[in-house]
């Protein structure tokens, strides 16, 4: 366990890395990515940092199993009083309870390990006096003695979005340098309460899965057993509540099972049905029925050669399992990118047909259609340049609006032909508010500057007062949209500012109209890549990963 500051520094650039990875899509195997990360994190952040840092800290041993397994009856057998809430209602332990001796209380009072969670503790002496005689035992007087529920109290747990909340407990019964921890359950039907199970077990030195005689062949007690052997961490089992008539049978067919699944050499505790598993009377199981485990669990603690190897056995399954771990994650991270690029694409070709569309009909007069092309033919006799410029801007919008709600079909439709597409990014459509209002805003504004485009140019004129400022934004409106429906238009032009005032005004305006359609399209393009970009799905995610990964296996090979 001696570690060098730069393995510290490693590890703690990998957490790092490890935290900033997001898998936000719903591809293949993104689903296990986000668990493994917050698991991964979780042992980084409460189990492995911590520990090198402070190697001879106590030993944190995290008592875990299924609802109704007698985890709390547990804890408070060992601990020698009741410091966990126990009873039939399930889920019972909603707050996780640590519980030291008195000399310890430093270790856990700061955020050395489960950083996360707020500590919790009421001083004793409010309520000792009351307690003393209701058949809990006695507290003591240690001012660092802890207020732990019971049956008629409420658990504090936190708000349900908050932080989670860990209460501390401290008991002169358990000996100085080990540290029970009691989680809720691992397979409860409140999610919040399984995901602090699965965090706790990550800050474990030692983890003591608890089982009973008629669950013990259940997967999810399985599923943790496999990976402790694993991550080769230093492993207890507990089979609890096993009848007595039935004790043989039972622990034979559990170490069967252990046998078959690698476990072999995992040290196996068995507990009897007795009254006090179901919460009768004080809800501490005799002395006896514990004092194996309780012995084993002691001589960790206090014998150097046997906690040592314990912590380093964990630590070392911990730092080899990242080599499997962590490449696993950059391949998921990269699965992300690939496929945001994918989405990405199908935007991007989408909006660029649609651009060459508009051009094409543009450039084909198409934009001089319907009431615009009738105003067209009664100016100026019946219609005027202001109503004939309200027509053609009505007309550009509407072909834009089209162009952009095919553009957004033609995406949904290349995301759904895509086989990880369809089910990755499903925001609820591509199209977005407010886009028929926007467009007109735009083409409005091209309006306005292709009529200050005109102004301009007329005062460069010699005679600027021989030409009717309205009349020739008509003209040069109609020669831009009216293709070859608009010729004489071109040729009045012309007539009116002289041929080359005209190809100058003509350019110009071609500009500032292909600058407005560029902006409507690239604007509305832009709007349907934000939520992907806010992904924030990139490849340095997966290059970060591996070269941190790299480093801390170079500090490894050099210590």
């Known amino acids: 366990m001696d570690v060098r500051p730069q393995m510290l520094e490693a590890l703690s650039a990998l957490r790092d890395r490890v935290a900033a990875a997001r898998f936000p899509l719903a591809l293949p195997g993104a689903a296990r990515a986000r668990r493994d990360r917050a698991e991964l994190l ?50 019972t332990t909603r707050t996780p309870v640590l519980v030291c001796h008195p000399d310890d209380h430093h270790w856990f009072a700061g955020q050395r390990v ?14 000792m006096g009351a307690r003393e005689g209701k058949g809990h035992g006695g507290r003591g007087h240690d001012p660092y003695d802890t207020y732990a529920p019971y049956d008629d109290e409420p658990v504090p747990s936190g708000p349900p979005n908050g932080p989670p909340s860990l209460r501390i407990e401290t008991v002169n019964s358990l ?28 800050a474990a030195d030692i983890w003591v899965m608890v089982t009973t005689a008629t669950r013990y062949a259940d997967a999810v007690p399985w599923h943790l057993l496999r990976t402790a052997k694993e991550y080769d961490v230093t492993l207890v089992t507990v089979l609890d509540r096993v009848p007595h008539q039935v004790v043989a049978d039972v622990s034979r067919q559990y170490g069967a099972l252990l046998d078959k699944a690698g476990l072999e050499d995992v040290p196996r505790f068995t507990i009897p ?15 006896s029925a514990v004092a194996p485990l309780r012995e084993w669990l002691v001589r960790h603690a206090q014998d150097s050669g046997a906690r040592s190897a314990a912590v380093a056995r964990t630590a070392r399954g911990v730092l080899a399992s990242l080599n499997v771990r962590l490449p696993a994650l950059a391949g998921a991270a990269a699965a992300q990118h690939a496929a945001a ?17 508009v051009r094409r009909d543009v450039a084909d007069g198409s934009v001089l259609a319907g009431n615009a092309l009738t105003r067209w033919r009664g100016y100026p006799q019946d219609s005027g340049a202001a109503e004939f410029l309200d027509a053609l801007a009505d007309s550009l919008a509407a072909l834009l609006c089209c162009a952009v709600a095919g553009a957004d079909e033609r995406t949904e439709q290349a995301w759904h032909s895509d ?22 805003v735009a083409v409005r504004r091209w309006r306005r500057c292709l009529e200050e485009l005109v102004d301009e140019e007329i005062r460069t004129l010699e005679r600027p007062a021989n030409v009717d400022a309205d009349r020739t934004a008509v003209l040069l409106a109609a020669a831009l949209l009216g293709a070859d429906r608009c010729r004489s238009a071109g040729e009045n032009l012309a007539a009116a500012l002289g041929a080359h005032g005209a190809v100058r005004l003509r350019d110009r305006g071609g500009e500032l109209l292909a600058e407005c359609l560029d902006e409507v399209l690239k604007g509305e393009r832009d709007r349907r890549l934000a939520p992907l970009d806010a992904l924030d799905v990139t490849p340095e995610q997966q290059a970060a990963l591996i070269a941190a990964l790299s480093v801390l296996q170079k500090e490894e090979v050099r210590r």
Request: hydrophobic share 40%; glycine share 12%; aromatic share 4%.
């Open 341 to 357: 690029l994918r989405l990405a694409h199908c935007v991007e070709e989408a909006y660029a047909e649609a651009g060459d569309r």
């Open 273 to 287: 049905e007795l009254p006090e598993s179901t919460g009768a009377g004080s809800g501490l199981l005799p002395g």
């Open 175 to 202: 000996p100085p340098g080990l540290a029970l921890l009691d989680a809720p359950d691992i397979d409860s039907l409140v999610s919040r309460n399984r995901e602090l199970a699965a965090e706790l077990i990550c």
């Open 419 to 440: 086989r990880m597409g369809a089910n990755a990014y499903q925001p609820g459509s591509t199209r977005t508010e407010g886009a028929a209002a926007r467009i007109g």
């Open 42 to 91: 979780a042992q980084l952040e409460d189990y492995l940092i911590p520990r090198l840092h402070a190697p001879d800290a106590p030993l944190v041993t995290v008592i875990g199993g299924s609802t109704g397994a007698g985890k709390s009856t547990l804890v408070n057998s060992l601990a020698g009083r009741q410091v966990s809430a126990a009873g039939v209602l399930r889920p």
């Open 114 to 127: 489960l950083p996360g969670f707020t500590r919790v503790w009421t001083p004793v002496h409010a309520t």
